[in-house]
């Protein structure tokens, strides 16, 4: 599976972006996929993660009410839409697959990666 992540740019806080992640290969609707950022100097974390039917979804506390995650396995497609947007919330934002039904909440859980899109949130 090969991920490519877009969407990202600039934004005034409070503002929203749609990130999008476009996958290859035949069998999408096997992988759960997520969410994860990095910021610079810190580690990446999990952002939200979803089964690969769509029915089960994961959020990191912060950004519970504030994004959804969701798929579309015709497409091959998944997206973040980010509201309410935070100077925290500031950093690189990746894509990831696994190939099994529900998404984790840890990196070194999937198998492909996205080369990351950046979201920028100035105050």
């Known amino acids: 599976v090969q991920l490519q992540a877009s969407g990202g740019g600039l934004v005034q806080a409070g503002g929203s972006l749609r990130l999008s992640c476009a996958a290859s290969?035949?069998?999408?609707?096997?992988?759960?996929m997520g969410w994860f950022r990095q910021a610079p100097g810190k580690e990446r974390e999990f952002v939200a993660a979803?089964?690969?039917?769509?029915?089960?979804?994961k959020y990191l506390d912060s950004v519970k009410g504030r994004f959804t995650i969701s798929r579309d396995n015709a497409e091959k497609m998944v997206y973040l839409q980010m509201n309410s947007l935070k100077p925290e919330d500031s950093a690189v934002y990746y894509c990831a697959a696994k190939r099994d039904y529900s998404g984790k909440t840890y990196s070194n859980a999937y198998d492909y990666w996205g080369q990351g899109t950046l979201v920028t949130v100035s105050s």
């Open positions: 290969g035949r069998t999408f609707s096997s992988y759960a």
């Open positions: 979803i089964s690969w039917t769509g029915g089960s979804t």
